[in-house]
């Protein structure tokens, strides 16, 4: 499974989450780019794949980005998309408590995220203290609508888990 993420916090996550899911194959790839470039990225990848992923994930942040036309070419590239909105951070937020109150920006989901990891700066992230939170972030995730804030990035970990 190769997972294409935007930033070296969701890299190490899945650097993370992947120890907990042998024998699945997760190979986490930073791209710097809007979500659309991310899936037009992805869908190179598996057009030039010489390791035979079976799936191809874009993890992507709505921040300010058209998030629709993502979807479109996800949609047209068979790219699968795990959104969170605003941020990742809203995913990592989930770990601990719930997060029904929107979230005004990327700063503010980081905020209120370093009231249960202190010290949280974005690109370090020790996943040992999330390992055990998953169960309980899936959860929360799920009943969560769309919008802000909402995260899927739980479709994908339950992908990976089910390997």
Same mark, same amino acid.
């Given at each position: 499974?190769?997972?294409?993420?935007?930033?070296?916090?969701?890299?190490? +996550? @899945?650097?993370?989450?992947?120890?907990?899911?042998?024998?699945?194959? $997760?190979?986490?790839?930073?791209?710097?780019? !809007?979500?659309?470039?991310?899936?037009? +990225?992805?869908?190179?990848?598996?057009?030039?794949?010489?390791?035979? @992923?079976?799936? +191809?994930?874009? $993890? *992507?942040? *709505?921040?300010?980005?058209?998030?629709?036309?993502?979807?479109?070419?996800?949609?047209?590239?068979?790219? !699968?998309? /795990? $959104? !969170?909105?605003?941020? @990742?951070?809203?995913?990592?937020?989930?770990?601990?408590?719930?997060?029904? /109150?929107?979230?005004? !920006?990327?700063?503010?989901?980081?905020?209120?995220?370093?009231?249960?990891?202190?010290? +949280?700066?974005?690109?370090?992230?020790? @996943?040992?203290?999330?390992?055990?939170?998953?169960?309980?972030?899936?959860?929360?995730?799920? &009943?969560?609508?769309?919008?802000?804030? &909402?995260?899927?990035?739980?479709?994908?970990?339950? $992908?990976?888990?089910?390997?």
């Amino acid at each position: 499974m190769l997972v294409v993420c935007c930033g070296q916090t969701e890299q190490a +996550y @899945f650097d993370g989450l992947k120890r907990l899911s042998k024998p699945v194959t $997760v190979k986490p790839v930073v791209k710097v780019g !809007s979500p659309a470039q991310l899936v037009r +990225y992805a869908a190179k990848m598996r057009e030039n794949d010489r390791g035979g @992923f079976d799936e +191809y994930w874009c $993890v *992507v942040d *709505v921040d300010d980005f058209d998030i629709g036309e993502a979807i479109v070419e996800a949609g047209a590239t068979g790219i !699968s998309l /795990a $959104v !969170s909105n605003p941020c @990742f951070e809203v995913w990592l937020i989930l770990h601990f408590v719930d997060c029904a /109150a929107g979230l005004s !920006s990327p700063k503010a989901a980081a905020e209120k995220l370093r009231r249960h990891l202190p010290g +949280y700066t974005k690109g370090m992230l020790d @996943f040992a203290v999330l390992a055990e939170r998953v169960d309980k972030a899936v959860e929360r995730a799920k &009943s969560l609508g769309a919008g802000n804030p &909402s995260s899927d990035v739980w479709r994908l970990v339950e $992908v990976v888990r089910k390997h």
